[in-house]
């Protein structure tokens, strides 16, 4: 009697996925031939037609859709098989102390530690909020590998020398209003469509950043000044005032907020950076490249 093979139930998983040979064939790196073969195999095993010939493409008969959907599960379990490999070989471990100024913990930094777990399971990241000074004071003396920071030119200039530094994409700044702000349907919105709105601004230790209005608008109207973000993103939310974000914390503001990005000819960016000391080990390079790989994530 014939057996469904692995290929057997990958091509059928594409087929009844695509619509199409020849688009299961461009997925599966195989020529339309393979694929057609591949699938008269399976029908035999089936000892049942499982897709229907049509001028659109083809759809599954109900055997070949009970075969797709078996296949999906007996595909993943095999894929996983790959990671288990994988994980097993890997060398990586120890601790890896990584910090982070707050708003970086909303979303990124937790995405990345357990992306780092995913992949690398002697792997124990320890991650600790602190502002950017504190960071980098951390990070020279060794307290901390791997440190999440911001740089740009509203920002203080840093001593950055003799730090390893790697950009992470999509890290610029965003404004943050009610979902009932005449602004909260569009898409994106022009810097000059911002003044004369009332502002809310973050307050903190001396020295510190904080994120107060946008950065270029002159004689903004400071209405409340929180340290904390959760209040600052309730009275947003209340529709008292709006307030600027961090892109990579987006994702985290709560329901009644919307987030939109801001058309300004005269702000020249903020971004965030991943910096390490330049005796970095690979256990650094591992929590850098996953924190590298959530910000493009989030940036998409």
């Known amino acids: 009697m014939a057996e469904f093979t692995v290929t057997a139930l990958r091509v059928v998983h594409a087929v009844a996925g695509t619509g199409s040979f020849t688009a299961a064939a461009e997925l599966l790196g195989y020529t339309q031939s393979a694929v057609s073969r591949q699938v008269a195999a399976a029908e035999t095993a089936a000892g049942a037609p499982l897709f229907v010939r049509g001028a659109r493409g083809v759809s599954p008969t109900p055997a070949g859709a009970a075969v797709a959907r078996r296949a999906a599960t007996v595909l993943s379990e095999i894929d996983a098989v790959d990671r288990d490999l994988a994980e097993l070989a890997d060398r990586l471990a120890g601790r890896v102390g990584l910090g982070a100024y ?66 992470l994409p999509g890290t610029g700044l965003r404004v943050a209003v009610s979902r009932e702000h005449r602004l909260a349907d569009r898409t994106r919105v022009a810097v000059t469509e911002l003044a004369g709105e009332p502002w809310i601004a973050g307050a903190g230790l001396k020295g510190e950043p904080q994120f107060g209005a946008w950065p270029t608008l002159a004689d903004p109207h400071l209405a409340y000044v929180m340290r904390d973000w959760p209040a600052r993103l309730g009275l947003v939310a209340a529709g008292l005032g709006i307030t600027v974000v961090p892109a990579l914390a987006a994702p985290a503001v709560p329901a009644g907020v919307v987030t939109l990005p801001v058309d300004d000819p005269a702000w020249l960016g903020r971004t965030t950076v991943a910096a390490t000391r330049e005796d970095h080990t690979a256990n650094a390079d591992a929590v850098v490249a996953a924190l590298r790989q959530v910000a493009e994530q989030l940036g998409e």
């Open 102 to 167: 707050p708003t970086a913990m909303w979303v990124l930094v937790p995405r990345a530690v357990a992306e780092v777990r995913r992949r690398h399971p002697g792997l124990l990241v320890e991650p600790r909020v602190a502002a950017t000074p504190a960071q980098l004071r951390q990070l020279r003396a060794g307290r901390i590998d791997v440190a999440v920071v911001a740089v740009g030119p509203d920002l203080p200039s840093y001593d950055l020398d003799g730090l390893r530094l790697a950009q």
